[in-house]
T-cell receptor, first 111, second 115 residues
Framework: ETGVTQSPTHLIKTRGQQVTLRCSSQ?????VSWYQQALGQGPQFIFQ???????GRGNFPPRFSGLQFPNYSSELNVNALELDDSALYLC??????????FGNGTRLTVT | AQSVTQPDIHITVSEGASLELRCNYS??????LFWYVQSPGQGLQLLLK??????LVQGIKGFEAEFKRSQSSFNLRKPSVHWSDAAEYFC?????????????FGQGTTLQVKP
């Protein structure tokens, strides 16, 4: 039990559409990070939020955006979906230098 | 450039045999080092971490890892593998600072266990 819950578990979208993925983290996780894991690859850092502000971003275009809410929940939004966006999206909660706790991910398929 | 290399994409061992998964990193500052395991369709579970101190760290499920600064390595070991250890293993490195979740992951090593 990591204390991080993601929804939905699976999602199918069409190219050009927009998608919102959700993450709920336990109390005490004051940072939330999002990762993209393509098939057969290691996770790639998308961005992190700390106290509801973006606090670090990886090499992802602006159509990837996020929000963090006061209740420790978070959203990842992706606009103008492309086929290459098909991946497992992982959310991770953390607190001040402690190891990240990952959710089970949302599997996004773009057709 | 910051990176993590896991030289072995796929490893097969017999149940009961010993295991070593290799990890090399390139990082410009003092790193945090981690090993995570991922079962099919699941998220990442932390096996162990190294922050500072003793270079041999113990983790869950009987795993251990040794940090060797001179070799920029953080290899994962287990004396006797169980069939349930079959999974994907990821080495990761992160900054030695608080409030940052930016980890750099290796490509992963798939472990297959033969009966």
């Amino acid at each position: 039990e990591t204390g991080v819950t993601q929804s939905p578990t699976h999602l199918i979208k069409t190219r050009g559409q927009q998608v919102t993925l959700r993450c709920s983290s336990q109390s005490g996780h004051n940072t939330v990070s999002w990762y993209q894991q393509a098939l057969g690859q290691g996770p790639q850092f998308i961005f992190q939020y700390y106290r509801e502000e973006e606090n670090g971003r990886g090499n992802f275009p602006p159509r990837f955006s996020g929000l963090q809410f006061p209740n420790y929940s978070s959203e990842l939004n992706v606009n103008a979906l492309e086929l290459d966006d098909s991946a497992l999206y992982l959310c991770a909660g953390g607190q001040g230098g402690s190891p990240l706790h990952f959710g089970n991910g949302t599997r996004l398929t773009v057709t | 450039a910051q990176s993590v290399t896991q030289p072995d994409i796929h490893i097969t061992v017999s149940e009961g045999a010993s295991l070593e998964l290799r990890c090399n990193y390139s990082y410009g500052a003092t790193p945090y080092l981690f090993w995570y395991v991922q079962s099919p369709g699941q998220g990442l579970q932390l096996l162990l971490k190294y922050f500072s101190g003793d270079t041999l760290v113990q983790g869950i499920k009987g795993f251990e890892a040794e940090f060797k600064r001179s070799q920029s390595s953080f290899n994962l070991r287990k004396p006797s593998v169980h069939w349930s250890d079959a999974a994907e293993y990821f080495c990761a490195v992160g900054p030695f600072s608080s409030n940052t979740g930016k980890l750099i992951f290796g490509q992963g090593t798939t472990l297959q266990v033969k009966p």
